[in-house]
């Protein structure tokens, strides 16, 4: 990334440190749509006349839905279904971007181009010609659908504006691509419209309270995509050909463990909520014809924080 980007938010108040934090002083009160400059987000270019079949040979989604109108979610895995990386999927005149977080970016590419033999593909890092904004909060498509007149809406929607593209994600967010000479234009019109300059933590709240995980470096190659909840945004097509990880992603789905959702996570009927205290430890033990019974307390093979 050059450094033009991030000097001329610092002219408007963002306080940068050395790991690309940024936050903006005075601390900004919880407001209806917060604009964050997203530093920690790498963009990843993968074009050619077989960037189609190919990332639809090495990703956990069906890329053929890509459209000039919709993205996806999308996990790279390895053989054994682990994900190394989280992605959303942007269309591109080109062929298709990969968004993922910046210290992914590289080591991902490397390990995609391996991959890439024959393939009329190419893959590069375009993030330094690209400024990516996140707006989020209950006004951010409000904002933006005044401001320019449409709006993305359904998660990974994806909507074409002047110069930029801007792409629905879970949590009352929308993401912009902004060429790096307009980003200060968008930035500004942004501002003036109402939407307030806030740091990542703005950006990451409501993505976690919608249950849509990032993979980061120190996560990789820990978690199968149904442990993400990939399976419920929309992040898996299990009626796609192969890719890495495709088989035990796939069994894990069609034969789950009784009592546990796809995602080894022990499930405990709707009704039983109410009488555990939040926080609780409770015993989880396997009842005959399947599922799982609870009582308080917890021992030392199996407990379970709800």
């Known amino acids: 990334m050059t450094d033009a980007w991030p000097n001329i938010l610092s002219q408007r108040g963002a306080l940068i440190d050395a ?6 002083e005075p601390p900004s009160a919880p407001v209806g749509a917060s604009l964050v400059p997203l530093l920690q987000e790498a963009s990843i270019l993968v074009h050619g006349e077989d960037a189609e079949s190919f990332l ?3 990703l956990s989604n069906d890329i053929g839905q890509v459209s000039a109108t919709q993205g996806q979610p999308a996990a790279y895995c390895t053989p054994k279904g682990r994900v190394l990386a989280t992605f959303s999927v942007w269309p591109h005149d080109s062929g298709y971007v990969l968004r993922l977080p910046s210290e992914l970016a590289e080591s991902m590419r490397k390990r995609l181009q ?3 033999l024959r393939a009329r593909v190419r893959l590069e890092d375009i993030s330094d010609r690209v400024a990516l904004l996140g707006l989020a909060g209950p006004q951010s498509v409000s904002r933006f ?6 709006a993305p809406v ?10 930029f593209t801007a792409m629905a994600l879970p949590g009352q967010r929308i993401e912009l691509a902004v060429s790096r000479a307009s980003a200060t234009s968008i930035w500004d019109r942004l501002v003036a419209a109402g939407c307030t300059p806030a740091g990542q933590a703005e950006w990451d709240a409501p993505a976690i309270s919608s249950g849509a995980a990032t993979v980061l470096a120190a996560t990789s190659d820990q978690f199968i995509p149904q442990m993400l909840n990939l399976e419920l945004i929309g992040g898996i097509a299990f009626d796609k050909g192969c890719y890495p990880g495709q088989e035990p992603i796939a069994r894990l789905h069609q034969h789950p463990g009784e009592g546990f959702d796809a995602g080894g996570v022990p499930q405990i009927q709707a009704e039983h909520f109410e009488a555990i205290a939040p926080f609780a430890e409770v015993r989880l033990a396997r009842v005959a014809g399947g599922g799982v019974a609870w009582k308080p307390g917890g ?3 199996t407990r379970a924080r709800t």
């Open 299 to 301: 021992d030392e093979q």
């Open 154 to 163: 359904a998660p990974f929607d994806v909507v074409r504006i002047e110069d």
């Open 145 to 150: 659908r005044t401001e320019f007149g449409v």
């Open 19 to 24: 790991a690309g934090n940024l936050c903006f």
């Open 114 to 116: 391996i991959y890439v």
């Open 56 to 58: 639809q040979g090495q």
